[in-house]
């Protein structure tokens, strides 16, 4: 008797503990997936040759097995195996009573009476196998879990490739287009005709009145007035660039203006410029920054912003910090403070709480250029968000000198308060 | 015939007749009806707080002629001397000239006493019954008279009337292996007690069992099998009503002066062991734990000022202490279909 209640309580319980372990590797399991796709495509992304699919699985096979081996503690002993059994047969404890008094060898008073109803219910322990539910809600949760984990793996491949891919395109098209722009250079300086009108287009696909001033500029082989012209585009651009706020708009901004540079260093090359060549490329460089380096000036596109100090519209602190900024760089700068003095001509700014106002004193190629009418006025209300957001990602970026940044967050600071008034 | 030789089944079947003639006569008051049968199973004694006309003299006295016992009836007062109560050496002249000294026992010298109201009586008093209930003897000048076994003390207190009273001692108060508090009946267990008191004829309880039977069942619910995880719960129940101990509920910690001790787990478990027997088992389970939890421990667990400024009572740290219990033998929930 004593051995067949044995073996059907130690059945039960190795089902029991078998159900606790699995149940509890599953549970470690999940989180353990989640982390490790999370690991794997981490590594992936950047750059580590590794199985990220095999450490996705070890880590989470790992994960398990701690989890099963920790399951040990819960596991249940003979007696709770019967107490189990009691509470699922709903027999008030009458296994657990007889197993102990079969313990005890059965020597009370009451135990074989308690041991003969006991083997009663046996064939009916016998059909307990455990409650799957859990286990199946467990299972669900730890495959999902993995599913994810994987689904990151695969995220990150294609990333990955793409990054590659797209850097090995981005190689052969700056050489190919290089090569092409050097040679339809020499072609329009040689042949002038077609060939400048799709050249101007080149450059300029997206400003018309631009294309036809270069197309015009290379027919007449006006090349002080197409340098003027480039450096015009490039100072535009670099006020786009020092305006904008969205990263990804600065980078498109400095890519068309390394663009326009090479296209002027090609152009340069082209006419025989070999002198200024080397020149042009140091400006080329740290056009990013707006930043043109010493002797800079002899290329069709050397010209350097000369620093942000430079740009800013204001008063005639501005123009003295500016002139300023732009010595220290050795650039020349085209101020646009009060009496600083370009070598596109004398420009006067005037800006009040309400307008700002820009105009020449005389006029030149370059002004007709920028500005058509002579000049121009604007709203500082709808200069200064713009402008101010443009300095703040400045400061932001540390791209403005450290000396100047009190200078330009007081200057905001005013014209705000201004704007209120 | 001895206890061993009676079969048990018609032993637990006996007592069931017995409280069925019980019930002939006591309208209601199931719970302390089936509580004074299974302390005197246990042997032990029970203190019954309830406000008088109740039924409490009725019931131990129904209880009495069921089991063809003898019952006794003290009131306490505060001028009940200890001789009183159980009894006292007097001169006594024989049929000669011999003039000898004999003993008188007292009332408490039966099988069932009501200690009516003791907490009228003094300390003095109050211990001498005390001391008899758990000696089971009263000495006399230096001689032990045992009490007759069967033995049942119940002692009752009126919750009103405090005034000139002597509270029953802490430590005395552990005595009991039961404290019923018996509540007024309802509307339909008072129409009842009008239509059976109101009578002609007054009701009364046969005797339908031996005492001989009474005893073979004392001897049987000692050998009920308790399983171990019934004896750990009862053991975590009555240590979690304690205060001091950290893995007490929180409760418990922050409202009792002091909790159950090992005597309070006896009863608990002597009790539970019973109340299997009666129900004609030979198990106990946490099922008879649980029936048997408030009136074997709320007697066993004071509360601080806070508690009782807060209104809460022994039996709310009690039901603390059995539920802290009952989850320490909650499964894994892989093997728990409730998850």
Known sequence: MLDGMRRSIGRSRSRLNALIATHRALAWAAPASLAAGLLAALLRALGFSLGAYALLACLTAAAAAAGALRSRKAFLDEAGAARWLDESLGECGLISAALDGLERGGEGRFDPAIAEAAEALLPRAARLRGPMGPLLRRAAIAAAALALGAYMVFLSAPLESSTAARRERGARAGTGAGQERRTAAKAVLEEGGPAAADFASSLFPDDRRMATLVERALREGRLDDLRELLKAAGLELDSKIARSIDELERKKLTKEKERLGEAAAELSMAAGDEASRGEAEGGRGAGGRGEAGPGAQGGLFAEGSGGAGDSRPGSEADAEQAEGGAAARGGKGYGAGSGSEGEWGRVETAASHERLELGAEEKGSFFELVLPGGSAAAPVSKLAPASRRAAEAAMTRESLPLEYEDFVRSYFLALSKGEKR | MSSEEIPITACVDGMARAREEIAKVIVGQDEAIDLAIIALLCEGHVLIEGVPGLGKTLIVRSLADALMLRF???????????????????????????????????????????????????????????????????????????????????????????????????????????????GQPGQDEMVRILERSSGASEARAQSVMREADLVALQRAAREVVAAPFILETAARIALGTQPERPDSPARVRRYARYGAGPRGAQALMLAAKARALLDRRFNATLADLDAILLPALRHRVALNFEAQGEGIGPEDLIADSAAAARAALDFDPAITARE
């Open chain 2, 72 to 182: 006794s009836r003290i009131q306490f007062t505060p001028d009940l001397m200890p001789s009183d109560l159980v009894g006292a050496t007097m001169i006594s002249q024989g049929e000669g000239s011999d003039i000898g000294l004999r003993f008188e026992p007292g009332p408490i010298f039966a099988n069932l006493v009501l200690a009516d109201e003791i907490n009228r009586a003094s300390p003095k008093t109050q211990s001498a019954l005390l001391q008899a209930m758990q000696e089971r003897e009263v000495t006399i000048r230096g001689r032990s008279y045992p009490l007759p076994r069967p033995f049942l003390v119940l002692a009752t207190q009126n919750p009103l009337e405090m005034e000139g009273t002597y509270p029953l001692p802490e430590a005395q108060i552990d005595r009991f292996l039961f404290k019923i508090i018996v």
